[in-house]
């Protein structure tokens, strides 16, 4: 598991606010959706409110524990906030967080149903752990109003993330405002380290206070820079200069400041919100020191995951036209287990993969009276998406092939380690990063262990992972032996997992299936002693915007003290069925007499 953060913004929301009453002032609620029946929705907190803004670009950001195959869906419900009456809705979207992850600078835009506005997310990796605590106020601030009134000040912390693309400036914390006044007294402010400074307690960031204006456009009071160990180290009521321009406009004054650093007893645990957190944090100024990097990381730089998928054409599959046997295709467009492997693992990898180009093997079948341990299956070297892969798979068994045996894997794994040393080195001759994964399917032990786990380690120095699949009931004894074949040092490439124990659901299957992904491709990455490139940044005005999808059962509860869900907020996985008329054409046109058993 790696902690990561959501930020979230929008732009072009629907004012709700009525009739001469102005611009609606929204805040949002974000929620971590249910993805499987031993899960409860949990609501992940609420942002601040931005006052009279159809475009807000939130400070707040909601941290939680990711891990590649265990899908998460994130729902970001926006209101608009009615003082003394009940809140307006104005829109929600549901965040894929694998489809977030995948996506360049972890940045995606969706739209609200019925042009209600577009919303955007950006995850990336939580670093640091711990909170600062701090009070300030302001002393003869400078006037930005004009005669006869005062100014309205607010301050943010704007920290500086350096990428690919160049330097970018981010609200962290944004305080209440303080109402007409020039010597404002702000309320105890707690920030987490992670969305301050990534853990690095000498990192600069800035402190600027603004003057409040209903049309968003806040006027610049004043600005200091700082770190949280200055701040931290810093006297009781410390006086510090503020400037505009190099002029002079008034004194901030940092009446304590405390760092709380979390028990090591505590580090293993869940996220909390701030105030858990602090309750099981001592004062402790040390940083902890950083770790080597994570799968997070080198997704962040543009690593893409590559897939090639092998399928089991052993005559043990049995007779395909018969219902019960592996690889029968059923009428109602249900899915076998060939098919269910294929569509949970793909489905998912193919979120971090932008082409989305997979190449697709058969192994054990004859042709021309020959046995292929190796060979195309449909028409195409490279096929599209999970949609392909299935076509790809059902046109098998329109050309005319003999199931045979022995059951060899050896010669499409040797495949699959060519095309990923030629993929990383193609990605990184272009400044990029790649990995590949190899999806193998396959009905019963190999014919020859020994050489398929001596084929694994002469593959283990590769950019690859290899994911063992075994669907039907046969002895897979044999198979859990492969999952531990590395030996004399070499890196463990391979994992075998039983269909039927994880039949349940995709989640099912796709959380235990991948699960070592990240570790394996981090140790090869480290091993070879390339680093992840900077994360990638982009302009979210260029975004795509993904088009509107059906709204999330989901009622929240906003009256309580704490946030609640009231209802729904349940998006369980279930294997489905084909859906595209060109699927059930497709699957319908099989001839089964050509096949020979």
Known sequence: MVQVELSISAKKLKNVAGAFKGTSDPFAVVTQIATNP?????????????????????????????????????????????????????????????????????????????????????????????????????VDLKNTEGFLRKSDPFFELIRRDDAAGGATFNTVFRSEVVKNSLSPDWKVASVELSQLCGGNLDLPFLVKIYDYESSGKHILMGMFETTVNAMAGALADSKIPLKVKGADTGTAILHKAELFMPDEAQESSAPADVSQQMANMSVNPTPQSSSKPTFVDYISGGCKLEVTVAI?????????????????????????????????????????????????????????????????????????????????YREVFKSGLIMSRPTVFNEVIQYASDRAEQSLNSAMQAGRQAYSILLLITDGCVSDITATAACLQQVSDRPMSVVI??????????????DDSNKGGTRDVAQFVPFNEYSSSPNALSSVTLHEI????????????????????????SLEEDEEEPEIDLSLNLDEEEIVVARGGVDYSHWGLLETPTQRIGFKAVEFDQWKI
Request: charged fraction near 25%.
């Open 38 to 138: 031993d899960s409860k929705p949990r609501v992940l907190g609420k942002t601040e409110v931005v006052k009279n803004s159809l475009n807000p670009q939130w400070a707040k950001v909601f941290v939680f524990e990711y891990q590649l195959g265990s899908p998460m869906k994130i729902a970001v419900n926006i209101f608009d906030e009615v003082r003394k009456s009940e809140n307006k809705t104005m829109g929600s979207v549901v965040f894929d967080v694998d489809d977030l992850m995948g996506s360049r600078g972890g940045t995606k835009s969706k739209k609200i149903r019925n042009n209600g506005g577009v919303v955007t997310g950006v995850i990336r990796k939580s670093e640091g752990q711990g909170v600062l605590r701090f009070q300030m106020s302001g």
């Open 312 to 392: 089991d054409f052993t005559g043990s599959n049995g007779d395909p036209r018969q219902p019960g046997t592996l690889h029968y295709l059923h009428q109602d467009g249900q899915l076998n287990d060939y098919e269910k492997a294929i569509s949970a693992i793909v489905g998912i990898l193919q979120r971090y993969d932008d082409d989305k180009m997979f190449p697709v093997l058969g192994f054990g079948a004859k042709y021309d009276g020959v046995v292929r341990h190796a060979f195309q299956c449909g028409s195409a070297q490279e096929v599209h998406g999970v949609d392909g892969v299935l076509s790809a």
């Open 469 to 482: 699949v075994g669907v039907g009931n046969a002895d897979f004894s044999g198979m859990t032996f492969l």
């Open 518 to 541: 990240p570790r394996q491709l981090v140790d090869f990455f480290q091993g070879r002693g390339i680093q992840p490139l900077s994360p990638q940044e982009v302009d979210k005005n």
